[in-house]
């Protein structure tokens, strides 16, 4: 059987392969040989019958070598070039060709760099580390905040990087596994720790609130799947409970201060009664309006908006499509949705084609920051959410943004590259692959 086993393991080129499929394949022969041997066999005969029966080996390692490889996801990494190509278009009205190039241009290089070698980095490391990588980042975000330069209450790279918690999530989630509702009350605490270490060191609430509903999306995902153990309606139920008390807390917040003059309440009201409001904080909102209002499918050309007023700023926050919209026209706005919805639908369907678990939980990490800033980036150039920190990918100006969206599609690409190599589930796919049904049983 080893020999069998060794020749067949051959054939496979992928050397991470190899392990999982001899173990597999281990276990199938031991099946037909205990079946052989309850019909009267003797042990050793029943084995070599067993070996016989699965057939040739270098044609079966052959089959299983078209299983088992490492694979490149083409039409992500299309749409990832085709993004990155517009996001720089998007940004010609606001800033001079040069100096976009210079700077966002050399930002976007260096982020297919980070991308390329976080791909070829095995992600299920994330599964080895994941605690430990919570510490080291949890305990350099708090010496940032109280060393680093600090801008309004905040700390520009952390404001995104931060972001990386949610991937690392996946790794605590998986160690986790198995450990029932210890698991989920872990899983819980990490999740409220996550949230007010990035309200201190970002100061961006929406930030700390697309972190915490991702987590939390995460945890319960991890439950439907059964990762702590068969109890679902309970894990889920005690989940539930431990959400709606902060957020019944900060709903009640911004109810009982509303008729204050705070920062968060006056953007909330700005955005609710941007008329009323249009000399101050919801010019922005009336802006927005305006040019949506007026948009024609080809744009007006100018990089200026109204009476002369300069559209750069517009990058940093995140209206760079809204401003290529005015200055080039609707026909570009329609572009950038065809193409982020794509994103998002490859994104979605690299999570539930995994079979692995680590490899679910990673790839979901990932597919949920990037569906998230999606979202709320959409709705904010359409002037249907407030104003705030949008990282729209591609289309974000700013090197800590591109750096973070590196890190997460190197790591959503490097999920689908294992698929195929890293599975809990590969017994049917073996026996599948069997010449002629050998194997199966007499």
Same mark, same amino acid.
């Given at each position: 059987?080893?020999?069998?086993?060794?020749?067949?393991?051959?054939?496979?080129?992928?050397? !991470?392969?190899?392990?999982?499929?001899?173990?597999?394949l281990s276990d199938h022969i031991m099946d037909q040989t205990e079946a052989y041997e309850q019909s009267g066999m003797e042990h050793d005969k029943a084995v070599a019958r067993a070996v016989r029966e699965m057939g040739?080996?270098?044609?079966?390692?052959?089959?299983?070598?078209?299983?088992?490889?490492?694979?490149?996801?083409?039409?992500?990494?299309?749409?990832?070039?085709?993004?990155? #190509?517009?996001?720089?278009?998007?940004?010609?009205?606001?800033?001079?060709?040069?100096?976009?190039? @210079?700077?966002?241009?050399?930002?976007?290089?260096?982020?297919?760099?980070?991308?390329?070698?976080?791909?070829?980095?095995?992600?299920?490391?994330?599964?080895?580390?994941?605690?430990?990588?919570?510490?080291?980042?949890?305990?350099?975000?708090?010496?940032?905040?109280?060393?680093?330069?600090?801008? &309004?209450?905040?700390?520009?790279?952390?404001?995104?990087?931060?972001?990386?918690?949610?991937?690392?999530?996946?790794?605590?989630?998986?160690?986790?596994?198995?450990?029932?509702?210890?698991? /989920?009350?872990?899983?819980?605490?990490?999740?409220?720790?996550?949230?007010?270490?990035?309200?201190?060191?970002?100061?961006?609430?929406?930030?700390?609130?697309?972190?915490?509903? *991702?987590?939390?999306?995460?945890?319960?995902?991890?439950?439907?799947?059964?990762?702590?153990?068969?109890?679902?309606?309970?894990?889920?139920a005690l989940v539930a409970a431990a959400v709606l008390l902060p957020a019944s807390v900060l709903v009640w917040q911004i109810c009982a201060s509303w008729r204050g003059e705070s920062f968060r309440v006056m953007r909330?009201?700005?955005?609710?009664?941007?008329?009323?409001?249009? *000399?101050?904080?919801?010019?922005?909102?009336?802006?927005?309006?305006?040019?949506?209002?007026?948009?024609?499918? /080809? $744009?007006?050309?100018?990089?200026?908006?109204? &009476?002369?007023?300069?559209?750069?700023?517009?990058? &940093?926050?995140?209206?760079?499509?809204?401003? *290529?919209?005015?200055?080039?026209?609707?026909?570009? $706005?329609?572009?950038?949705?065809?193409?982020?919805? #794509? @994103?998002?639908?490859?994104?979605? !369907?690299?999570?539930?084609?995994?079979? &692995?678990?680590?490899?679910f939980l990673v790839s979901m990490a990932c597919m949920l920051v990037i569906c998230l800033n999606c979202v709320e980036g959409i709705l904010v150039n359409a002037g249907l959410f407030p104003t705030t920190i949008t990282?729209?990918?591609?289309?974000?100006?700013?090197? *800590?943004?591109?750096?973070?969206?590196?890190?997460?599609?190197? @790591?959503?690409? $490097?999920?689908?590259?294992?698929?195929?190599?890293?599975?809990?589930?590969?017994? #049917?796919?073996?026996?599948?692959?069997?010449?002629?049904?050998? $194997?199966?049983?007499?």
């Amino acid at each position: 059987m080893e020999e069998f086993i060794r020749t067949l393991t051959e054939q496979i080129r992928c050397a !991470k392969a190899r392990a999982g499929v001899a173990r597999e394949l281990s276990d199938h022969i031991m099946d037909q040989t205990e079946a052989y041997e309850q019909s009267g066999m003797e042990h050793d005969k029943a084995v070599a019958r067993a070996v016989r029966e699965m057939g040739d080996p270098v044609e079966i390692g052959v089959s299983m070598d078209r299983i088992h490889h490492p694979q490149v996801e083409w039409r992500m990494l299309l749409l990832i070039l085709a993004l990155s #190509a517009a996001g720089l278009f998007c940004m010609t009205p606001m800033y001079p060709v040069e100096e976009l190039l @210079l700077h966002q241009g050399i930002f976007v290089l260096v982020g297919f760099a980070v991308t390329a070698v976080v791909y070829f980095i095995d992600y299920s490391i994330i599964g080895r580390i994941g605690v430990a990588a919570y510490i080291v980042m949890t305990v350099a975000l708090v010496i940032g905040r109280n060393y680093m330069h600090v801008i &309004n209450g905040r700390i520009p790279v952390m404001s995104i990087l931060v972001y990386l918690y949610v991937p690392i999530f996946a790794g605590i989630l998986y160690q986790l596994r198995m450990k029932g509702y210890r698991a /989920v009350i872990i899983g819980l605490v990490v999740t409220g720790v996550t949230c007010l270490a990035t309200t201190y060191c970002s100061a961006v609430l929406w930030v700390t609130v697309n972190i915490g509903v *991702s987590m939390i999306v995460m945890l319960l995902s991890a439950i439907g799947k059964g990762m702590f153990g068969s109890r679902k309606k309970s894990m889920i139920a005690l989940v539930a409970a431990a959400v709606l008390l902060p957020a019944s807390v900060l709903v009640w917040q911004i109810c009982a201060s509303w008729r204050g003059e705070s920062f968060r309440v006056m953007r909330l009201k700005a955005f609710l009664y941007r008329e009323q409001y249009a *000399s101050g904080a919801g010019y922005i909102y009336n802006v927005i309006d305006d040019i949506l209002r007026n948009a024609r499918f /080809v $744009g007006t050309g100018s990089s200026k908006y109204g &009476n002369g007023i300069e559209l750069a700023p517009a990058a &940093n926050s995140g209206l760079a499509p809204l401003m *290529s919209i005015y200055t080039y026209g609707l026909i570009v $706005g329609i572009l950038l949705l065809v193409l982020l919805a #794509a @994103l998002v639908f490859r994104a979605v !369907k690299i999570v539930y084609g995994q079979k &692995n678990q680590l490899g679910f939980l990673v790839s979901m990490a990932c597919m949920l920051v990037i569906c998230l800033n999606c979202v709320e980036g959409i709705l904010v150039n359409a002037g249907l959410f407030p104003t705030t920190i949008t990282l729209i990918p591609f289309l974000a100006y700013g090197g *800590s943004a591109t750096l973070m969206y590196a890190v997460l599609f190197g @790591l959503l690409l $490097g999920v689908y590259r294992y698929e195929k190599v890293y599975t809990e589930e590969t017994s #049917a796919s073996f026996s599948n692959k069997l010449p002629n049904g050998h $194997g199966q049983g007499e």
